[in-house]
């Protein structure tokens, strides 16, 4: 793994005091994607994605969340049939280290 795609070593600590969730395709033990991490979050929780490219939706709703990725340039969350992040009455928190895509249906456009 070249060190642009390293992952995180030292997972951030948590300031709201509650656990760390970490998504890792690669590492057994993590969940395979953000939206099952965030589907088990508890509301002090914060959840960590190493680098990698997932085909995932992030639906957020009701809640707070705490969501850090490895890096912009390293972590991209895209998705075919809609937009690939939703948020609704999200009352606090703090998404940083992550690229948004929205690919439609168009195969060219698909991250790798």
Sequence with gaps: ????????????????????????????????????AIAKAEEHDQIVIQPGVYEDRVVITDRPINLIGAG????????????PCYLQRVSSGHISGITF???????????S
Excluded: W
């Design 72 to 83: 912009r340039d390293q972590v991209v969350i895209f998705y075919r049939r809609s937009g």
């Design 101 to 111: 895509r929205y690919v439609g249906s168009d195969p060219d456009k698909i991250p």
């Design 1 to 36: 793994m070249t060190a642009e795609h390293s992952p995180l070593h030292e997972l951030p600590p948590n300031p709201l005091g509650g656990q760390t969730l970490v998504v890792d395709r690669e590492k057994a033990g993590c969940f395979r994607l953000p939206s099952e």
